[in-house]
């Protein structure tokens, strides 16, 4: 009998956890795997279908809309998108299943998508759990000396974005909901084992099923691919910059800065001397369409040393020699590409998962720190020539290339990460 070679993807539908699902699909795919993607009507991936080659995309009917995310809050809309989303989701299963001759070795969901779990076990069919977060986002690791959260161990009530995120009982919920492992046979995260082994130890006990640290996946699935459109013209600037002088700025796809605050920005880069390249995406300035409606002094600070771009090719651009460190939301998968590159980070965190991989980026691994409070040019100068210029700076650098060394090996043959994705094929070509 042939082997089932189809994995169907749940990403939720927000491009930090579309990103690393995508690059996991990439894997599995080069691994003979055939690949379908199932998404709802909104961020839809197959609108960058062209990245990837030999994929299925597959819709699923009564999704929310978008206005609902903004109606609703994120809690609220994961809670309803879960509940309207379960028996649509079975009959795409149930059609897959008959158009394509039975042949699903696995369904690989979100964990914010356990609406899935109800599917598989309808079907019979085995499922696996996907974290784009890091390990210790999973357990809130112990370090972190603060209330437990009734019922909610080990993650504290500091741990959770709750400012933003509406009535606690609802985000408990969610957390409930998600905790819940159902049905699935083993969870993956897009991690590495060197940069979070105690963590990865402690959920591996409390899961109590197979936990696959597979990352970093924009390493293992290459070429990595965006989905969205990049400013290359970037990098033709960094070319005619001197090496690890430049300060590559980014806050992620949702970050939002005040025009305030991107004034002071702009006047402590140009006060600290270094030539900078800034991501500016349209709708990351509160109130304003985009960079043009900002005052002139603004672009007259940043045609002497910067170059703003609405999206660049990040793991390039912190590849790239001239790059000397990363101003950045924290964010996991930033966090992720800029230690494959050895870059350190001056970190601005915004919410949730973020505030924990700043403090690890400062206090454990030690290749980067924080800025809090205002933003402000006195410490925004101060914070890029620390990082770009002082001897500490180099200190971090040094202990980041470290890291980077370690990620490299860990995807390789004999690697950490290598072996948890040949295990996870071996599993699945046996489904």
Known sequence: MEAKRRIVLVPVPAQGHV???MQLGKALYSEGFSITVVEGHFNQVSSSSQHFPGFQFVTIKESLPESEFERLGGIEFMIKLNKTSEASFKDCISQLLQQQGNDIACIIYDEFMYFCGAAAKEFKLPSVIFNSTSATNQVSHPEMQDKVVENLYPLR?????ISEMGPLDRVFELCREVGNKRTASGVIINTVSCLESSSLSWLQQEVRIPVSPLGP?????SPPSSLLEEDRSCIEWLNKQKPRSVIYISVGTLGQMETKEVLEMAWGLCNSNQPF???IRAGSILGINGIDSLPDEFNKMVSERGYIVKRAPQIEVLGHPAVGGFWSHCGWNSTLESIGEGVPMICRPFHGEQKLNAMYIERVWRIGFQVEGKVDRGEVEKAV???IVDDEGAGMRER?????EKLKASVKNGGASYDALN???KYL???
């Open 423 to 425: 295990e996870l094929v």
């Open 429 to 431: 070509k046996t489904k």
């Open 217 to 221: 996946l924009h390493m293992t699935a």
């Open 385 to 387: 020539k620390r990082l």
């Open 19 to 21: 990103t690393p699902m």
């Open 400 to 404: 980041a290339l470290v890291l980077k």
């Open 157 to 161: 009530y500091k741990d959770l974005p």
């Open 277 to 279: 390249l800034w991501v």
